[in-house]
Structure formats: C-alpha cells, structure tokens
C-alpha cells in the first residue's frame, strides 16, 4: 500500500516568508509526528497528534511554527516569517498505536532551503 | 522527559567486522527500543526493536540487547557489508500511551571493503 507521502520535496523561499509543509500519513495510521533533521545531524521532534486528544508541542522551537491535522488525516506543517536557521529536512511519519504497535514510518521528507 | 544518549558518533568498520552501537536512556518506564537506519538521502527505516519484556532479540546479521536494570541497549552487526554503512538512530518510547519516540543523536558506520 501506499506509504507516507509528503510535498513539496523541495521548498526555496526568501526570509520572512510563510511556508506550507504537507503531510499524507498511512491510512488509518492515529499517530503522526513531525521532525526536523539538519544536516548531519539527528532527528529534532516539532510535534506529535495522536488521534483526538490534544497534540504535543513540547518541541516547537518557537511560536513561529504551528502544525494542524485534520480529520485526523492530513497534516500541515506552517513555519511563519522564516529565518536562514529554519532550513533543514522536515520529516513527517505515522504510526499505528493502540495494539502495543510503535513502528513509525518515515515520509521522504520536505527539503526546506531559506535564503 | 525521556533522554537518550547514543555513542559512538561515528564508526569505521573493515568489510566483515562486527560493529556495535550502544545507547543509554533516563526514563525507566521506556518500554520500547527500535534502531532505525537512515541510508544517504533517504528516509530513515525501522532495522529491529526490542520490548521491555526481553533481553534480546536477533534478526540474521543484526541483534539487539537491551538491560533495563542499567538502562541501556545496543545494536550488533555481524559480517559487515558496504551496504551497512549508514547513519543508525536508537530511540526509546515511554509506558503506557505515550508513544512518543525520543532518539538519540546518531551513529554514522563507515564499512570499509
């Protein structure tokens, strides 16, 4: 079946702009979780929605990133008024919980270039 | 929160070595532990995972170990192959509904033919 997809694969933007990152998780999957990955470096958690209750943000770097998941599907991840810092992978995956089944799988993740 | 502490950062293997990561975490109620591999522009993907209930768990080549009472786990590769050179994640995953995944930093495994 299909797995986690995400777009765009690549995102350029200028400093200050707004940028939209989508996520499509595995059907019926509950949980989905973002991260960002510099380069070389280790996976950094943003945010995690598992099914209705409410999302952890604990690792939102600051308040210019906010993340949505609606109808318990799709998610979106915004990065308001963008900084040089900000550019990384944005990795977003999905897993299916409740069965004592934690494997999460992995988007091809959002190249994010800011100049 | 949970913290988990992966070494080395980096390891250079000859073809046919073994090579071992080793991992440490805080949170005693951690209950899950999967290696995730990340080959070069790709994707990380899940290689093994260990639950609480077991010290050991083995899949051809690769192996893990956990000791719950030290609070560590490891990775095992057997007869390195060039195409096991990768960046290598551990994690670890809280009790009860917290399935959130803490991982650690990396190890970059470098085998050499």
């Known amino acids: 079946g299909a797995g986690v997809s995400q777009s765009p694969s690549n995102k350029v933007t200028e400093k200050g702009k707004d940028v939209e990152l989508r996520c499509d998780p595995i059907?019926?999957?509950?949980?989905l979780y973002w991260y960002r990955q510099s380069l070389g470096q280790g996976l950094e958690f943003l945010i995690y929605f598992q099914g209705n209750s409410a999302p952890d943000k604990s690792g939102l770097p600051s308040d210019r990133f906010s993340a949505e998941r609606t109808g318990g599907s799709v998610s979106t991840l915004t990065i308001q008024r963008t900084q040089q810092e900000d550019s990384a992978v944005y990795l977003c995956?999905?897993?299916?919980?409740?069965?004592?089944?934690?494997?999460?799988?992995f988007g091809p993740g959002t190249r994010l270039t800011v100049l | 929160g949970e913290n988990v502490e992966q070494h080395p950062s980096t390891l250079s293997v000859q073809e046919g070595d073994s090579a071992v990561i080793k991992c440490t975490y805080s949170d005693s109620a951690s209950n899950y532990f999967p290696w995730y591999k990340q080959e070069l522009g790709k994707r990380p993907q899940l290689i093994i995972d260990?639950?609480?209930?077991?010290g050991e768990k083995k899949d051809q080549r690769i192996a893990v170990t956990l000791n719950k009472t030290a609070k560590h786990f490891s990775l095992h590769i057997t007869e390195t192959q060039p195409e096991d050179s990768a960046v290598y994640f551990c994690a670890a995953s809280g009790g009860g509904s917290n399935y959130k995944l803490t991982f650690g930093k990396g190890t970059l495994l470098t085998v050499n033919p």
């Open positions: 995956a999905s897993s299916l919980v409740g069965l004592g089944e934690n494997e999460q799988f």
């Open positions: 059907s019926g999957h509950t949980a």
């Open positions: 260990i639950r609480s209930n077991v």
